[in-house]
């Protein structure tokens, strides 16, 4: 399982996403979603959505900074979680910025396949 929330909704979140559909329109087992927190809207994921057709579900969380359980850092733009069958997580990563987190989409992408095993 691969969560992402993101306080921005542009093409370098796009980009990590499009690493992720990767890996899961091969593994089925892999689930992964996107959740918009800090002032996303439903509509910038929509927009996201019809521009490049993910496979990931993109939702928007009822709470502005994000489901209080995970704790997510209000300076990172980016906090991606990966766990494994289970619910162990293994692998975290958070990014100031959204184009950060685009540039590591290669080693979240390697994290979801490491996950998976």
Known sequence: MVL???Q?????????????DEVQKNNSKLGTVVVGVSGVEGADL??????HKFTTPLTVAKD???PKKYNLN?????????????GTITKSFAF????????KAKDIAEAAKAALE
């Not at 921005?8 to 992720?20: C, F, N, Q």
């Not at 100031?96 to 540039?103: I, L």
């Open 8 to 20: 921005k909704a542009d093409e370098h979140l796009a980009s990590l996403v499009k690493a992720v």
């Open 64 to 66: 502005p900074d994000g």
């Open 74 to 86: 209000k300076e990172a733009a980016v906090t991606v979680l990966v766990y494994k069958k289970g």
């Open 4 to 6: 992402i929330f993101s």
């Open 96 to 103: 100031k910025d959204s184009k950060s987190a685009a540039e």
């Open 46 to 51: 929509e927009k996201l959505q019809d521009t």
